[in-house]
């Protein structure tokens, strides 16, 4: 037996496993929707490699590291060389992408990515975020029309 806490929400008191950083409604959530386990399939890493090299996003993200994907697409002729664990993420998954799933090989190159990734912290909260808009209405007002 697992052992609980109580969480509480708009619906009431929850039991929620000690275990898990979550409230009422996510344990809610995965009680009534039978969604959110599934794991990326390893194919998809293997035929896309989008969020591990610059700019590490597909053409409608955020884009960040443009300018190191112009010194990797131009061999260093324009653009800014990225830092060490960019190239060296890089060439990880350049490797991974080699390997068979599953293999030894595969899980190490892969959690070298995942640990590079983690300690980069390259997408934190709203660091590629658009600059938010401020409007002014500078209109005299229709009650100051007369």
């Not at 009431?12 to 996510?26: H, I, M, N, S």
């Not at 490699?49 to 590490?56: G, Q, S, T």
């Not at 808009?133 to 500078?138: E, H, N």
Request: net charge negative; hydrophobic share 35%.
């Amino acid at each position: 037996m697992t052992a609980t806490r109580t969480e509480t929400d708009s619906f009431g008191p929850l039991e929620v496993p000690t275990d898990k950083y979550w409230g009422a409604q996510t344990q809610r959530s995965i009680l009534n929707f039978h969604i959110g386990w599934e794991r990326q399939p390893v194919a998809i890493v293997l035929g896309n490699n989008e969020l591990w090299v610059p700019p590490y996003e597909n053409y409608f993200g955020s884009r960040n590291g443009m300018l190191w994907l112009k010194w990797q697409e131009t061999n260093g002729a324009e653009g800014i060389e990225p830092p060490k664990w960019a190239q060296d993420l890089m060439a990880d998954v350049e490797a991974f992408q080699q390997q068979s799933p599953g293999s030894a090989e595969a899980g190490q190159i892969g959690a070298r990515m995942a640990a590079t990734m983690a300690e980069q912290l390259m997408f934190i909260g709203t660091v590629s975020a658009p600059n938010p808009i401020c409007l002014l209405y500078t209109s005299p007002s229709p009650r100051d029309r007369g």
